[in-house]
């Protein structure tokens, strides 16, 4: 029955003329700091891209294509995919994409090689590990950029959650959905990422709406983090840190579901009168934490740090 009810399931598509989407990385940032939310969604303003970015997105594809091949082909044809040459050809793309965007550089030539090569490593370690974490046996792939497109308030049905799961495999002996959200990180998830409730919310919100999108069962969900570390330590303390792979699996039961739903209704409606964007001063939240990374950081025009 969870097989039958995910493959006949037809997720519409986008109608941005009757829609505003929200997404969970607006839902995120907004949590952060409201005011920042206003310049990036309201305002336009844009944040520019960065090799993080370019980088973590050809992680994502590149192995998102040797599972692909591995799961609808066979093992034989991804261990043949070039998948350095792949990777390589991705990034680059990216970076020129990104460098006309901006009509300038955002990266050394030495940062560049180093992206280059931080990610050859880790798909030699993804492959040389890979069946600890990914089998053929009793498990299928069932999506890659899976879409969820719901309404998350009943109050606001025109207020569309969109998001993409990057992998959605079925455990066939098990009977069980596993969502797996890939993330590039400089050295892995600190004990403070893992703890860090709206970090982990992402996958909160993937399960309960996953859930209802496609009908099923929400204790037939698993969630995880499949983490891909760029550096390692030279004389690790512990084996494990050896590993350029982590696997995390959050929170995810009924309690920590309703809280983060809840959370999410009030964001849309704190931003949303019906299907336009409420037009008022909203909340900044200076700190040293949340305006660290902030793009608007150096932009005193528009934000001045002050709540």
């Not at 004990?191 to 999108?213: A, F």
Request: with cysteine.
């Amino acid at each position: 029955m969870i097989l039958e009810n995910i493959e006949n399931t037809i997720v519409p598509e986008m109608d941005y003329n009757a829609h505003k989407m929200v997404s969970y990385t607006q839902f995120s940032m907004w949590s952060e700091c409201p005011h920042r939310w206003k310049l990036a969604y309201i305002d336009k303003h844009k944040s520019p891209p960065s090799i993080n970015l370019a980088f973590g997105t050809a992680v994502h594809e590149t192995l998102q294509e040797y599972l692909k091949l591995m799961y609808h082909v066979s093992i034989k044809s991804a261990d043949e995919f070039n998948i350095h040459l792949d990777f390589q050809e991705r990034l680059l793309k990216l970076y020129q994409e990104y460098k006309d965007q901006l009509n300038a550089n955002f990266a050394t030539k030495d940062e560049l090689v180093e992206f280059i090569n931080d990610g050859l490593e880790i798909i030699d370690y993804f492959i040389k590990y890979r069946q600890l974490h990914f089998s053929k046996h009793e498990i299928k792939l069932l999506g890659i950029e899976s879409p969820i497109l719901i309404s998350p308030h009943e109050k606001y049905p025109d207020v569309k959650l969109y998001g993409k799961l990057d992998l959605v495999f079925y455990n066939v002996a098990e009977q069980k959905v596993i969502i797996w959200d890939i993330k590039t990180s400089t050295r892995g998830w600190s004990k403070y990422d893992k703890e860090n409730k709206l970090k982990t919310s992402q996958m909160v919100l993937y399960k309960r709406y996953y859930s209802e999108q496609y009908q099923v069962p929400i204790d037939s969900i698993e969630c995880k983090y499949f983490i891909l570390k760029r550096k390692i330590p030279d004389d690790p303390l512990y084996p494990a840190m050896k590993s350029r792979i982590q696997i995390f699996e959050p929170t995810t039961g009924k309690t920590t579901i309703n809280k983060v739903v809840k959370q999410l209704q009030e964001f849309i409606e704190d931003c949303f009168e019906g299907n336009i964007y409420k037009m008022k001063e909203y909340k900044k939240n200076p700190s040293d934490k949340t305006c660290k990374y902030c793009p608007f950081n150096d932009k005193p025009e528009l934000c001045d740090k002050k709540s």
